[in-house]
């Protein structure tokens, strides 16, 4: 398709594009070309049910009597009778725009003050000028407002931006655009029009603008921050047109801008409890439908390696396989690489102390040390795919928790081969563990050392210590976990796991000790963790020995 034929067939050579025929008639008179290639499609569209789903489809549920007129009311401190708008709101995106370029059109127009000012330029002339002063009024606040959602949802996108900020274009085409303001000073225009937008950015907008634009519309107040603005929104469907992203990352932070408005809203997506979770932590209420059922975010806690690989994955794979190069470039050894950040003080804590022992000296092997590397079991798993794609003349074992994901995967073999060099393998069951379904490295110490306490009574605690029902501990009732979803059906000895926050005693003081603290305690001897019994870890040695052979 060509707006101008004749200056395409001037500007191009038939040998261009040998596929079109320059002759054309449709071409010549209206700049369009249709080829076909394969057989004659000429009557699909009559003999077959051809059907198209846009993303702006609406439905009408069966409660929804439209000849019941609209349902409504203005508010003037108290409900005095109807108005003429609908609490229902359909499309919006039109109305939206319309009161956002009269909001600006009213901001340049009536809070602005234009003054004539002298101007004295370098060769010391004087000359008349204009000056253009703002004044902070009704519109400018709602414009700063609406700006400052604008910016949390496209920060998502545009990474390195400072603001995103609205901005009208020219009088012969009066329409609303968004601009952002990159961190290095450049301001880029990244939607012109509203009809430029995403269906998700559309509807984030006309949602959350609908939100200030009504309360402003019916409140006495003025509204000079979003925290002004109450009530009660019902949202079906709330991450209908939704990323990803958008739903976990930018939907629960713009519904957080809002503290004095009660959402209610439905959502398929497990994403969005994900961020809800994060955002709110316990100060919301997640509810299965139509049981009415009280759940925990917990339920979904498989959806968090989902969304890594589907958003995040990429760009953290990039990150860690570039630095994890970096590192094997100076490594003269195997390499060892840990899931998370507290594995590798573990074990190279044992691995030295075993060789003080003069045990393990046949092993050359090095770890990869780390505190700021997002390194989970699907992404460690992921990095070990790449390295096997080039030859390695290292070796690379990445080690993994038995308890989940591709931990429980490996755990049905001694190791796995990846090919190049490139092996992993779970963490295997040390025999105090028999039975266990699934370990973290924790567990590979006895419970007399993995319940050690520091100076200030803190320690690591085990879900099988608690009551499932009342969160108590079975043998210290003044000693509870604060979120008994956390011990949910772990509360057997066979499947207990790790709490290491949220458990308090009578006096709300916390006494749960982080992993991480935990970690560091053993790999740089406090006094209170010397002298830990690492017979747990020798098997793990022992598969490293394994395939160091091959």
């Known amino acids: 398709m060509t707006k101008d034929p004749a200056s395409f067939r001037h500007q191009y050579q038939e040998t261009d594009f040998p596929y079109i025929n320059f002759s054309d008639q449709k071409l010549l008179e209206n700049g369009f070309y249709r080829g076909i290639s394969g057989q004659e499609i000429q009557g699909e569209l009559e003999e077959n ?3 198209y789903f846009p993303v702006h489809r609406y439905y009408e549920p069966s409660w929804y009597n439209k000849e019941n007129g609209r349902i409504g009311f203005n508010i003037r401190n108290k409900i005095i009778g109807r108005s003429d708008k609908s609490l229902i709101k359909e499309n919006v995106i039109r109305e939206i725009e319309q009161w956002i370029l009269d909001l600006l059109l009213d901001k340049y127009i009536y809070e602005s003050i234009t003054n004539t000012v002298r101007i004295i330029d370098n060769d010391g002339t004087i000359r008349l000028g204009t000056e253009i002063m703002s004044m902070r009024g009704k519109n400018t606040i709602l414009n700063e407002l609406l700006n400052e959602l604008l910016t949390i949802i496209y920060r998502v996108k545009y990474k390195n931006i400072e603001y995103a900020r609205l901005g009208v274009g020219q009088k012969e085409d009066r329409r609303i655009s968004i601009l952002i303001k990159e ?5 880029v225009e990244v939607a012109p029009t509203f009809s430029h937008l995403s269906s998700g950015e559309a509807m ?7 939100l200030l634009k009504e309360y402003d519309e019916l409140s006495n107040s003025s509204v000079n921050s979003l925290e002004d603005v109450k ?62 059922e009280s759940i925990s975010v917990g339920d979904f806690s498989e959806i968090q390696q989902a969304y890594n690989i ?42 030295n102390t075993f060789r003080e022992k003069g045990e393990f000296l046949d092993l050359d092997i090095d770890f990869l040390e780390y505190e700021d590397i997002n390194m989970s079991d699907s992404e460690l798993y992921r990095l070990l795919n790449e390295f096997a794609k080039v030859p390695n003349v290292k070796k ?34 040390p025999d105090h563990r028999r039975g266990h379904q699934g370990i973290s490295i924790e567990f590979l110490y006895k419970d007399e050392d993995l319940l050690r306490t520091d100076e200030e009574g803190r ?8 009551k499932e029902r009342s969160g108590r501990h079975k043998k210290y ?70 395939i160091q052979q091959i």
């Open 49 to 51: 049910i051809l059907l």
């Open 183 to 187: 961190k290095d000073g450049n301001e």
């Open 204 to 210: 984030l907008i006309s949602l959350f603008g609908t």
């Open 231 to 292: 009530g009660i929104v019902l949202i079906d469907e709330i991450d209908l047109n939704l990323h990803i992203e958008y739903a976990k990352e930018v939907l629960p932070q713009l519904l957080k801008k809002f503290p004095n408005v009660q959402f209610i809203f439905t959502t398929h997506s497990p994403f969005l409890l994900l961020g809800m979770q994060e955002v709110y932590d316990d100060n919301w209420q997640l509810v299965s439908m139509p049981e009415g």
């Open 310 to 351: 589907f958003v995040q994955g990429y760009e953290e794979l990039k990150e860690n396989y570039n630095r994890v190069q970096e590192e094997f470039k100076s490594v003269t050894k195997t390499l060892v690489i840990t899931e998370g950040k507290t594995d590798w003080k573990h074990l190279k804590n044992a691995y």
């Open 396 to 429: 690379i074992i990445g080690i993994f928790d038995r308890d989940e994901g591709y931990g429980k995967k490996l755990s049905k073999h001694t190791y796995k081969e990846f090919g190049n060099n490139v092996f992993a393998f779970s963490i295997p069951i």
């Open 459 to 466: 320690r690591i605690f085990l879900t099988s210590e608690f």
């Open 477 to 546: 009732p003044n000693i509870s976990v604060a979120n008994v979803n956390k011990i949910a059906g772990k509360t057997e000895e066979n499947n207990s796991k790790i709490i290491d926050t949220d458990v308090f005693d009578e006096h709300d003081r916390s006494l749960a000790l982080s992993k991480n603290n935990f970690a560091n305690y053993v790999y740089y001897k406090h006094e209170n963790f010397r002298d830990m019994d690492l017979s747990g870890f020798k098997e793990v040695f022992n598969i490293i020995r394994q």
